[in-house]
């Protein structure tokens, strides 16, 4: 195998599993302090009445991060309400954000019907990220630059050489129970930037790749943590780390940066899910006490469910008919509970504790 050279295609791309050491003690120490970190946060997950509740929040949250990665940068505020509103969302930024949580619930569900991770799985969430008919890379000259326009990395060239390092991939994901599935997620996701087999979209269907693994492997039940934020706080030590094993094969630091984003992910995402699921049932208490004819359990669910709701949301639910629920609201927001917030000709309905719970305020 010939010296790494930027410029050059890096068909010489190692396969799995590396010839490296990769399960050093200070590996093996820090897989055991992440993995305790994300059984916790898939115990409390586990135990909450509905876990599925805050799943489009967290997804929504982790395509923002995801998408912001890429510098598709869009405001929460912005997204929730093109989320509930019924108008066409207009700005592009938004529209790919939205189109990234799709794409990670068709994984999702996916994964149920044929628990593996392949190549086609791969290519029907990057068609789904960009909302076209997107495939592996045939045309050569793709090339990787950073922000000051230098060339850092040319990746492999050649839809045949792609496929066979994609085949390699897949095998290691789905047959290689030798190493722990923590090092294994490091691993894979490596590997799955450095062929980055399609021409654009790469990065983010590589980090819907992680929620999925962690689904697959058993470690997260329901995949509610959002590593991107993690991304972008490091995002200049991720892409070095990347780098630091294509030129130096440096796994350990590269497998460590990813053992430290799950343990940091997964303590902040418990400590949110806490502080939602403590103003959750604060709120239903006071709304119980204020407005005893219009608390259920059913009517709380939606109004953290998402950070707006509408009219409509409640009538699905089969909460009232369309003057009952519109009562509810003007109640609910009378005492302060909701705010209401005029987009195009809809009403919709803010609650704002959960807002600023996901904002991190």
């Given at each position: 195998?010939?010296?790494f050279?930027?410029?050059?295609?890096?068909?010489?791309l190692?396969?799995l599993?590396?010839k490296?050491?990769?399960?050093?003690k200070?590996?093996?120490?820090?897989?055991?302090?992440?993995?305790r970190?994300?059984?916790?946060?898939?115990?409390?997950?586990?135990?909450?009445?509905n876990?599925?509740?805050?799943?489009?929040t967290?997804?929504?949250?982790?395509?923002k991060?995801?998408?912001?990665?890429?510098?598709?940068?869009t405001?929460?505020?912005?997204?929730?309400?093109?989320?509930?509103?019924?108008?066409?969302v207009?700005?592009?930024?938004?529209?790919?954000?939205?189109?990234?949580?799709?794409?990670?619930?068709?994984?999702?569900?996916?994964?149920?019907?044929?628990?593996?991770?392949?190549?086609?799985?791969?290519?029907s969430?990057?068609?789904?990220?960009k909302?076209?008919?997107?495939?592996?890379?045939?045309?050569?000259?793709?090339?990787?630059?950073?922000?000051?326009?230098?060339?850092?990395?040319?990746?492999?060239?050649?839809?045949?050489?792609?496929?066979?390092?994609?085949?390699?991939?897949?095998?290691?994901?789905?047959?290689?129970?030798?190493?722990?599935?923590?090092?294994?997620?490091?691993?894979?996701?490596y590997?799955?930037?450095?062929?980055h087999?399609?021409?654009?979209?790469?990065g983010?269907?590589?980090?819907?790749?992680?929620?999925?693994?962690?689904?697959?492997?058993?470690?997260?039940?329901?995949?509610?943590?959002?590593?991107s934020?993690?991304?972008?706080?490091?995002k200049?030590?991720y892409?070095?780390?990347?780098?630091?094993?294509?030129?130096?094969?440096?796994?350990?630091?590269?497998i460590?940066?990813m053992?430290?984003?799950?343990?940091?992910?997964?303590?902040?995402?418990?400590?949110?899910?806490?502080?939602?699921?403590?103003?959750?049932?604060?709120?239903?208490?006071?709304i119980?006490?204020k407005l005893?004819?219009?608390?259920?359990?059913?009517?709380i669910?939606i109004?953290?469910?998402?950070?707006?709701?509408?009219?409509?949301h409640?009538?699905?639910?089969n909460?009232?008919?369309p003057k009952?629920?519109?009562?509810?609201?003007i109640?609910?927001?009378?005492?302060?509970?909701?705010k209401?917030?005029?987009v195009?000709?809809?009403?919709?309905?803010l609650n704002?504790?959960?807002l600023?719970?996901?904002?991190?305020?």
């Amino acid at each position: 195998m010939g010296k790494f050279k930027r410029e050059i295609p890096y068909n010489d791309l190692q396969l799995l599993p590396p010839k490296a050491d990769i399960e050093t003690k200070k590996i093996l120490r820090k897989t055991i302090s992440a993995g305790r970190a994300l059984a916790q946060l898939n115990g409390t997950l586990l135990n909450l009445p509905n876990p599925t509740l805050f799943l489009d929040t967290i997804y929504l949250q982790e395509a923002k991060a995801s998408s912001e990665v890429e510098n598709i940068i869009t405001t929460n505020d912005e997204l929730y309400k093109s989320l509930v509103a019924d108008r066409k969302v207009e700005k592009s930024a938004t529209k790919e954000v939205l189109s990234y949580k799709e794409a990670l619930w068709l994984g999702l569900n996916q994964l149920k019907k044929k628990p593996f991770i392949t190549s086609n799985l791969c290519i029907s969430i990057v068609q789904c990220i960009k909302q076209n008919t997107a495939s592996i890379r045939v045309t050569p000259g793709t090339t990787l630059s950073n922000k000051q326009g230098e060339l850092i990395y040319t990746p492999p060239s050649g839809e045949k050489v792609i496929r066979e390092k994609l085949a390699n991939l897949e095998k290691f994901i789905n047959e290689d129970a030798s190493i722990d599935p923590l090092i294994k997620m490091a691993l894979m996701h490596y590997q799955f930037e450095a062929i980055h087999p399609f021409s654009d979209g790469n990065g983010r269907t590589g980090r819907i790749l992680l929620l999925l693994y962690l689904k697959l492997s058993g470690l997260l039940d329901t995949p509610a943590i959002y590593l991107s934020e993690y991304i972008i706080k490091h995002k200049v030590d991720y892409y070095r780390k990347l780098k630091g094993v294509t030129e130096n094969n440096e796994w350990e630091a590269y497998i460590l940066f990813m053992l430290d984003m799950i343990e940091e992910t997964s303590v902040k995402g418990l400590d949110r899910l806490i502080k939602i699921t403590t103003t959750m049932d604060k709120t239903a208490n006071e709304i119980k006490k204020k407005l005893p004819k219009i608390y259920s359990k059913d009517l709380i669910e939606i109004l953290f469910r998402l950070p707006y709701t509408k009219r409509q949301h409640l009538i699905n639910e089969n909460i009232g008919n369309p003057k009952t629920v519109g009562n509810y609201l003007i109640a609910l927001e009378e005492n302060g509970f909701l705010k209401s917030i005029k987009v195009g000709k809809e009403k919709l309905y803010l609650n704002e504790q959960l807002l600023k719970i996901l904002e991190g305020k």
